[in-house]
């Protein structure tokens, strides 16, 4: 079935370090890709997003790389900061123009100072 | 600018009760959904909407119901609440459907005893 998966659960980086969080999606007809930021708390938050006719794209410190051939997707941070503390979500449009997003299960970020 | 607003943030229910979790945005999205979220785990498809008078199930409808009169509003019931259903709940709105960013809303927080 469809599904979207992150390889690690957690993932601890030094303050200044650059920091890559992973995701794994299993269906070939998702052309569209959503990075969300989710702090304690809080709602999910918009971070970067991509469609799948790109292979990689860049924001304010964040870069996104979609790579199709293995169905994989990774989100970039540079330069990591406190602030980044948080739990990271990977979602998928899957197949069909339906709107439905199809989320991963999280990697927590934390950040040593 | 409000974007996505849910209330309550916070709610208890004993077992059999009912009530309605409602969610508003004034950003004029056509499309807007209901997620629940369980520790440890991303977030699940409850219910969602592509307009006004259109409502379809996600991955996790069971207990739940919707309606959508209005584009603004998109109000979620719970007509018996169980114990499994103790979770917490995001709405979220888009402008269209399967391919720009999802706004959520901060999400309430609910506890079935």
Known sequence: GESVGLHLPTLSVQEGDNSIINCAYSNSASDYFIWYKQESGKGPQFIIDIRSNMDKRQGQRVTVLLNKTVKHLSLQIAATQPGDSAVYFCAENGSGNTGKLIFGQGTTLQVKP | ?113
């Open chain 2, 1 to 113: 600018n409000a974007g996505v607003t849910q209330t309550p943030k916070f709610q208890v229910l004993k077992t059999g009760q009912s009530m309605t979790l409602q969610c508003a945005q004034d950003m004029n999205h056509e499309y807007m959904s209901w997620y629940r979220q369980d520790p440890g785990m991303g977030l699940r498809l409850i219910h969602y909407s592509v307009g006004a008078g259109i409502t379809d199930q996600g991955e996790v409808p069971n207990g739940y119901n919707v309606s959508r009169s209005t584009t603004e509003d998109f109000p979620l019931r719970l007509l018996s609440a169980a114990p499994s259903q103790t979770s917490v709940y995001f709405c979220a709105s888009s402008e269209y459907r399967g391919r720009t960013e999802a706004f959520f809303g901060q999400g309430t927080r609910l506890t079935v005893v």
